[in-house]
């Protein structure tokens, strides 16, 4: 069974950092594209960031692009959300998704990780 | 970016009866589209892919079309389970992948 687990959430005030965690198992992780998406609360879904199975194609959205950095270890089966400079804006839900390399939609989600930006 | 517009925002539908969810895109995502369906507090979960195709364990009742840029999600006979929202979204052209707002099923 494919599972996916975030981890790291939390308050943090604005301009500060934080790193968010996804550990997986149930399939073979060194194998599959990993995203972040998150959702505002109230809000839709926002794809953030992806990373190919051997970290040598990253992209990000624009709106957090020089702010976020993704990252994972293979040998650990987990991928990371580095999030510095904060703001209330990046107050949400933050999801791990991972789907099958190409042009494929997101088979399997995590339960998610609030983090809530705030003075 | 390709910007995916779902309509209507909000659809009050009575247990039993049919509902049909419209998803546009704003240029040609050929078939390469998704829907989710996310209920209160929970994760996003795939229903359809290849704007037709069910995923694994979905019912029957679920079932997509279209192509190009008009897409439509079908729930033949709402069950209470399927009181949620929906979220279209197009992995055709990318960076980004892009979603649609969302349609929320509700009980009339």
């Known amino acids: 069974e494919v599972q996916l687990v975030e981890s790291g959430g939390g308050l943090v005030q604005p301009g500060g950092s934080l790193r968010l965690s996804c550990a997986a198992s149930?399939?073979?992780?060194?194998?599959?594209?990993m995203n972040w998406v998150r959702q505002a609360p109230g809000k839709g879904l926002q794809w953030i960031s992806v990373?190919?199975?051997?970290?040598?194609?990253?992209y990000y959205a624009d709106s957090v692009k020089g702010r976020f950095t993704i990252s994972r270890d293979n040998s650990k089966n987990t991928v990371y959300l580095q999030m510095n400079s904060l703001r209330a804006e990046d107050t949400a839900v933050y999801y791990c998704a991972k789907k099958v390399p190409g042009n494929n939609p997101f088979d399997h989600w995590g339960q998610g990780t609030l983090v809530t930006v705030s003075s | 970016e390709i910007v995916m517009t779902q309509s209507p925002a909000t659809l009050s539908v009575s247990p039993g009866e049919r509902a049909t969810l419209s998803c546009r895109a704003s240029q040609s995502v050929a078939n390469n589209l998704a829907w989710y369906q996310q209920k209160p507090g929970q994760a996003p979960r795939l229903l359809i892919y290849?704007?037709?195709t069910r995923a694994t364990g979905i019912p029957a009742r679920f079932s997509g079309s279209g192509s190009g840029t008009e897409f439509t999600l079908t729930i033949s006979s709402l069950q209470s389970e399927d009181f949620a929202v929906y979220y279209c979204q197009q992995y055709s052209q990318w960076p980004p992948l892009t979603f649609g707002g969302g349609t929320k099923v509700e009980i009339k």
């Open positions: 990373i190919s199975s051997g970290s040598d194609t990253i």
């Open positions: 290849d704007a037709f």
């Open positions: 149930g399939f073979t992780f060194s194998g599959s594209p």
